[in-house]
């Protein structure tokens, strides 16, 4: 059985960080595009980052360029978002999927096979 845990989340003030991981069992995600996603309340999932496992180079929303930095362990099976300088709007769920039919980041979650469950992060203000 696939399976994507994330772990990480949880309550900071703004301009502290967290760092979400994002473990994979059930096969290996070594040859499989990762993903960042996130979903605030009232709001459609939206690209956070993303890392491709042909080059290792990575892909930012504007709006969490040079404040979150994606980075994968092939080893672990287990991806890593780094998340400096958080806002109150950076407030979501946040997802972790696997677009393993591709070869490089796809921005949009139609394109993703696997998700995990999703973890929560609050930022208060």
């Known amino acids: 059985q696939v399976q994507l845990v994330e772990s990480g989340g949880g309550l900071v003030q703004a301009g502290g960080s967290l760092r979400l991981s994002c473990a994979a069992s059930g096969r290996s995600f070594s040859r499989c595009a990762m993903g960042w996603f996130r979903q605030a309340l009232g709001k459609e999932r939206e690209f956070v980052a993303g890392i491709s496992w042909v080059t290792g180079g990575t892909s930012y929303a504007d709006s969490v360029k040079g404040r979150f930095t994606m980075s994968r362990d092939n080893a672990k099976n287990t991806v890593y978002l780094q998340m400096n300088s958080l806002k109150p709007e950076d407030t979501a769920v946040y997802y972790c999927?696997?677009?393993?039919?591709?070869?490089?980041?796809?921005?949009?979650?139609?394109?993703?096979?696997?998700w995990g469950q999703g973890t929560q992060v609050t930022v208060s203000s």
């Open positions: 999927a696997a677009d393993c039919r591709g070869l490089f980041v796809d921005r949009s979650w139609t394109r993703y096979d696997y």
